[in-house]
């Protein structure tokens, strides 16, 4: 044969050769197919490899010239074969040695049709002598010929499947269950060999071959260990003992067959330490043995691997029986105690223990490769499973896909999964085919990226190609394994009994009322219109449901948890959004559950603003003022209308007042920081409104520009940075009319702009109200609304009495034009805040005002022991003892200087007014009733100034506080133990 004229070296590079020299020498042995082979050459994962393996395969076939011209002429042959040669170097030197087996790939019906199990299996056992048609086939070949022929078979075998995988885009589904099928078959005909070679005595033992693992699961790779599991019981009228002894022979010999080498080289290793007690337990067990380990001793890991559990050779009925036997205890395992957590470590275990060097290319262990798909997947059907029987196919692919389809994986992550994990294994199989090696350690080398990213049909700087996307997929398998696997959900859901773990309405009934329902026949109202129909969002409800009953039942108010679920599950019952977030993130589910079936305050703000769901899988820290006023500022200008811009404000002050009860209600916000939260909210809805309001005085009036600026004055427990839900915003309206305009004028605008402000925000709305209370300004309600900084500075100078210096104590100058709200605070300072501190005869007065305050406030029939403002050691105690300390020694004590309680009681006690224990007990005390407070509105939806009497109440305070379900007696008692103490405080330091 001449070499081929027209081909070159540059040629061949152009066409992805990369050792032309030498490809060109083999094209040269190839005649005149060399040129019309060339463009399918190019094609395959590794031309230069293709074409040296042809040349030797050519070189060992006496019809040479007429193969290669019959190879030539055919581009279906062509294509499978070349494709074959060019992607797995181990098949190409099977076909080296058998090089007859060549025309196993001209079948043109090779690319439509897969071989059934029962065909493989056939031609497996007649490779060996043995009769596909007996129960209990036996080889009749020699032993040496028979091991030898059955590898060689194998190899046939698996020699059509690349052929029809390369070159006919064989899905990887389908690759890996033919695969599996090969597995089967090749198992069965080496226990036929085994058969043959114990003799007679083999008929003493029936002996069943149970695949685990990716065989079992239908999903196997091109080289794998096939891990199984051996079952026996004694033939009919035979000695335990003696079937024992046979059937440990047969298993034994199976093994070996499949697992040594010869001159036809191995097969696979037949692993089967995943029996009962791994390798150090008997290669053989009974039925009743494997029931007896499995519901005594088995472990958590153990119940999973059962999972792709199938009989595959040996006495098909004996398999059978142990399926019986292993199902239903694998769809109970997830009630074990830990079983979540378990599973969930041992995955971390198996990443632990990866060789460093291979972390970052472990396609199989390695985070983001396949186990993270696989466990994920297993862990769900595991806990669903239980009660869901469309999940529970064994193979991964199929599991996902009805996992996706029943609502239990999101169809945006289970097509990403999908996709990831069939790149993964194909990935694996072309990694695996080269050598014919059990390996899932990525290369590194340019020339092996190269053939791996060619194989799988990136022609484009195909290694880089095949890095950048093997690393999107790990990625995308990292992220939604984490996401899925370590899902708060699962274990919620593992630990109900497994016929509950679905809800049924039958079942439910008794349940509820198990579980603390006070109103079952509602509930169960509830559960059937969010549970009826067949629709997706319907079977996503029903997996939600048993935990989400659950976590009510542990809060104080299950039946309004339940009521409030449904009526928020109604208004976004079209959102996409809404019940995957329940399912997939983190815990909000738990979150959502506490809130509605603890807080009325909650749950009005949940049903009014359905969205702030969204919210609950956040940090829940309160945003800043600065942020808060920018995003009202920015919502309110894009509207023209007055009102429709104060709604727009005041929706996201919704918002944000039911990020900050979550906050609270979740224990993730200190009292303080809930009292700041709320001050800044205010802020920036008064600074948000002002403007709004001057907009809409200056368009009524007809004028371009305010005649005068506007601050508004933060006082009480506002200028405290002290608020709690129900509080009034208590403030001081402050103008400074410009340079040369009319005092009158500039009177009348800032008076109308504070009007209009209290309108806006006083309007009907979905959000809570806010009041906006400016009772505390000079004269009280009969005094101007609003007064120049002089007209303060006059009344102020002249009129003022003492108790309006210790409202003062309390204001903050925190809205409007910055110059004015500074020249303010300026004014007041030497007013609150003395040199020489207050006279005697002004202290007397304040203990008289408190002592009348004390007698006269407290409402008709309220507890003086447990009323939270004005009750004995309560916040007006606390705050009127702090505030005596600042009028009487801030003029010397800057610290003291302060409009907020703990920050003037820790500098009382830095400098020597305060005992540090004093300090102690009234810091405590505040704190505590100022939660007390708080909870009290969370709990009823509405302010309240006196510890609850209702005892479901009074429960749900217990636990906003942290008490457990039934301490609220205890929560009584310490709020008694710590006013008292601070009483005690208040009567020396106040008193005197």
Known sequence: MSRPTT?????????????????????????????????????????????????????????????????????????????????????????????????????????????????????????????????????????????????????????????????????VDDTAAELSDLAAGTLEAALAIARARVGEDAGLARLAVVAMGKCGGHELNYVSDVDVIFVFEPAEGCDENAAARVASQLAGHLMRICSEHTGEGTIWPVDAALRPEGKAGPLVRTLASHRGYYERWAKTWEFQALLKARPVAGDPALGSDYLEIVTPLVWTAAEREGFVADTQAMRRRVIENIPPREADRQLKLGAGGLRDVEFAVQLLQLVHGRADERIRPPTTLSALAELTHGGYVGREDGEALHEAYVFLRTLEHRLQLYGLRRTHVVPEDEDSLRRLGRSMGMAREPAASLEKTWQHHRREVRRLHEKLFYRPLLA?????????????????????????????????????????????????QRTLLPAMLEWFADAPDPDAGLFG????????????????????????????????????????????????????????????????????????????????????????????????????????????????????????????????????????????????????????????????????????????????????????????????????????????????????????????????????????????????????????????????????????????????????DDVLEIRRIKARVDQERLPRGADPQTHLKLGRGGLADIEWTIQLLQMRYAGQVPGLRTSRTLEALTAAREVGLLEAEDADELVHAWRTVSRVRNAVTLVRGKPGDHLPRDPREKAAVASVLGYPLGASDSMVNDYLRVTRRARAVVDKVFWG
């Open 492 to 540: 919620a859901v593992a630990r109900i009994p497994g016929t509950e773990a679905r809800l049924s309405l039958e079942a439910a009934g008794e349940r509820l009322a198990a579980l603390g329902y006070l109103d079952p026949k509602a509930a169960l109202r509830h559960l059937e219109a969010l549970t009826s129909g067949v629709t997706r969002s319907a079977n996503i």
């Open 7 to 171: 081909t070159t070296k540059g040629s061949l590079l152009r066409l992805g050769f990369r050792d032309p020299e030498a490809s060109l020498a083999a094209l040269g042995g190839l005649g005149s197919a060399a040129e019309p082979l060339l463009a399918l050459l190019a094609r395959s994962a590794d031309p230069d490899l293709a074409v040296a393996t042809l040349r030797r395969l050519s070189e060992r076939l006496d019809d040479a010239e007429a193969m290669l011209a019959e190879v030539a002429d055919d581009e279906g042959t062509a294509m499978r074969l070349l494709s074959v040669l060019g992607a797995s170097e181990a098949l190409g030197d099977h076909l080296v040695r058998h090089p007859e087996q060549w025309r196993e790939l001209t079948d043109p019906l090779l690319g439509a049709t897969r071989p059934p199990a029962y065909a493989l299996r056939a031609d497996l056992l007649r490779a060996v002598g043995a009769d596909p048609g007996d129960p209990r086939p036996v080889a009749t070949l020699p032993d040496t010929e028979a091991v030898d022929t059955l590898r060689v078979e194998y190899r046939r075998a698996l020699l059509r499947l690349a052929a029809r995988d390369l070159a006919h885009d064989l899905g």
């Open 565 to 840: 679920f449904r009526r928020i599950s109604e208004s976004l019952g079209d959102s996409p959004w809404y019940l995957k977030t329940l399912r997939d993130e983190g815990q909000v589910a738990e979150r959502l559950a506490r809130m509605l079936a603890t807080s009325r305050y909650a749950s009005g703000l949940l049903e009014r603003e359905p969205q702030g769901v969204r919210m609950l899988g956040e940090d829940l820290q309160p945003l800043s003022a600065e942020a808060l006023t920018e995003e009202m500022l920015a919502s309110g200008r894009r509207q023209v209308d007055h009102e429709k811009a104060t709604r727009a404000v005041r929706a996201i002050r919704r918002r944000e007042l039911l990020r900050i009860a979550a906050g609270d209600l979740l224990g993730l916000v200190d009292v303080a920081e809930v009292g700041a939260g709320l001050s800044r909210l205010t802020d920036a809805t008064l600074e948000a409104t002002l403007e709004i309001a001057g907009r809409a005085v200056r368009e009524q009036r007809g004028i371009d520009d305010a005649p005068t600026r506007m601050a508004v004055v933060a006082m009480g427990r506002y200028g405290g940075f002290e608020l709690s839900y129900g509080s009034d915003a208590d403030v001081l309206f402050v103008h400074d009319p410009e340079p040369g305009a009319d005092p009158q004028q500039a009177s009348s605008y800032a008076q109308g702009v504070a009007n209009e402000l209290r309108r806006l925000l006083s309007l009907p709305g979905p959000d809570p109200a806010l009041e906006v209370d400016a009772d505390l300004r000079p004269e009280g309600k009969q005094g101007p609304l609003v007064r120049t900084l002089d007209s303060y500075a006059a009344y102020y100078g002249k009129w003022s009495k003492v108790w309006e210096a210790q409202a003062l104590l309390r204001a903050d100058a925190v809205v409007g034009d910055p110059e004015l709200r500074r020249r303010f605070v300026e004014l007041v300072d030497p007013l609150r805040f003395p040199a020489e501190g207050i006279s005697e």
